[in-house]
């Protein structure tokens, strides 16, 4: 069984895992923001426990307008330094940075592909390395596990649950697959 299946089988009384793993890890997800949101969640997991960052959750999404990508972009040292202050998130600068740096990033795929999705789609399938590759090139603090995590997290990359996991059809196929 997949090892994060397997906690969440194992750890019933771990809620916060418990229901990101049954209703968010390995769907398909399809608005930008969103898409947003999971990859600066991954970037902020860097190093800390995923726990840390499921009860952070809202405070992220409070803290960095709902994820709205054109507004984290717009994002300046009032922004920065109000985000630093924020007990209720990762304070660390490099994390900070590269939101508001990906948000910028975001808004120049989306400007030349359409979306943010439809750039993930247009290079889809790819091998995880390729994937790491190709995240280093476009954005920033995209490390090969942060990009893996991203990408199986929202299926575009295969293995988030094992078949015999009770959410393996309900996450259903792998974007394009």
């Not at 997800?29 to 009860?55: M, P, V, Y």
């Not at 994937?131 to 090139?137: A, N, P, S, V």
């Not at 575009?156 to 078949?163: D, M, N, Q, R, W």
Request: charged share 25%; proline share 5%.
């Amino acid at each position: 069984m997949n090892p994060y299946c397997e906690y969440c089988a194992s750890h019933p009384e771990d809620i916060l895992n418990r229901v990101y793993h049954d209703t968010q890890y390995g769907f398909p997800l399809t608005d930008d923001n969103l898409l947003f949101e999971r990859l600066i969640l991954e970037i902020n997991q860097a190093g800390l426990s995923w726990n840390t960052i499921l009860k952070k959750a809202e405070n992220f999404r409070r803290a960095y307008d709902g994820f709205d990508i054109e507004k984290v972009a717009a994002y300046g040292e009032a922004e920065r330094a109000r985000l630093l202050a924020d007990a209720g998130i990762i304070r660390n600068r490099l994390k900070i940075d590269a939101a508001i740096e990906n948000a910028r990033r975001a808004q120049a795929l989306q400007r030349q592909y359409g979306s943010f999705q439809a750039w993930l789609n247009a290079h889809h399938p790819r091998q995880k390395a390729d994937w790491g590759r190709l995240f280093k090139q476009t954005f920033v603090f995209t490390g090969s596990e942060i990009v893996g995590e991203f990408l199986m997290s929202t299926a575009y990359l295969p293995g988030a649950h094992s078949p015999d996991c009770p959410v393996y059809l309900k996450a259903g196929k792998p974007v394009n697959g």
